[in-house]
């Protein structure tokens, strides 16, 4: 996932963003909460005061069931508390921040093999009726950014044997990784713009 804070640190330079600070690690990736006192993202990027994004990385290999469902109350919950905080004044009077949610899964039989759910009293949403824990983390995302819980929200898949090459695969034009990077590179060039 290291990858993605110098390709965050790129995009900022590339979109005119000058001065801001693209912070990642530690205690300094810390914003306050509304429900709880604070939250610790991965990447920050800050000008003048400014948050101008706060950005979300996960990675899930294997144990698919329990943790699709904990990071899917993580992600709605985060992004909750963020938007609550921002509209009770927490990172002052700006323009709205960029928020991202980047989930990397591990590409294999258990992440693409349809599951069956059982729900005794209400039919499942048609979407998730034998969705793979791949297709649901892609119906995930469309629907935290349909919902504007997220600015953007990405899944890509990809396998053990591909640390070496780096590659990886989208599932969605609406999901992918090109997506997620042309909408923050426009937030961070209007931010640029803004002087």
């Given at each position: 996932?290291?990858?993605?804070?110098?390709?965050?640190?790129?995009l900022?330079?590339?979109?005119?963003?000058?001065?801001?600070?693209?912070?990642?690690?530690?205690?300094?990736?810390?914003?306050?909460?509304?429900?709880?006192?604070?939250?610790?993202?991965?990447?920050?990027?800050?000008?003048?005061?400014r948050l101008?994004?706060a950005?979300?990385?996960?990675?899930?290999?294997?144990?698919?069931?329990?943790?699709?469902?904990n990071?899917?109350?993580?992600?709605?919950?985060?992004?909750?508390?963020?938007?609550?905080?921002?509209?009770?004044?927490?990172?002052?009077?700006?323009?709205?921040?960029?928020?991202?949610?980047?989930?990397?899964?591990?590409?294999?039989?258990?992440?693409?093999?349809?599951?069956?759910?059982?729900?005794?009293?209400?039919?499942?949403?048609?979407?998730?009726?034998?969705?793979?824990?791949?297709?649901r983390?892609?119906?995930?995302?469309?629907?935290?950014?349909?919902?504007?819980?997220?600015?953007?929200?990405c899944?890509?898949?990809?396998?053990?044997?591909?640390?070496?090459?780096?590659?990886?695969?989208?599932?969605?034009?609406?999901?992918?990784?090109?997506?997620?990077?042309?909408?923050?590179a426009?937030?961070?060039?209007?931010?640029a713009?803004?002087?």
């Amino acid at each position: 996932m290291e990858g993605f804070a110098s390709l965050m640190a790129d995009l900022v330079e590339a979109n005119g963003l000058k001065g801001a600070a693209v912070i990642h690690g530690g205690r300094l990736v810390t914003l306050p909460g509304f429900f709880r006192p604070t939250k610790q993202w991965d990447i920050l990027i800050l000008s003048k005061g400014r948050l101008v994004a706060a950005l979300e990385f996960k990675s899930q290999v294997g144990s698919f069931g329990n943790n699709f469902n904990n990071r899917t109350e993580e992600a709605i919950g985060t992004a909750h508390d963020l938007w609550t905080a921002y509209r009770e004044g927490a990172f002052g009077e700006h323009q709205k921040p960029f928020i991202g949610w980047l989930m990397l899964l591990e590409d294999q039989v258990g992440s693409r093999t349809p599951v069956t759910d059982n729900s005794p009293h209400f039919p499942l949403f048609p979407e998730f009726q034998g969705a793979s824990y791949a297709e649901r983390y892609n119906i995930l995302c469309k629907k935290l950014v349909q919902e504007q819980l997220y600015t953007s929200a990405c899944i890509m898949l990809s396998s053990q044997s591909a640390k070496k090459t780096g590659a990886y695969s989208d599932m969605s034009d609406l999901t992918s990784l090109k997506t997620f990077v042309i909408t923050l590179a426009g937030h961070i060039a209007a931010e640029a713009a803004r002087g």
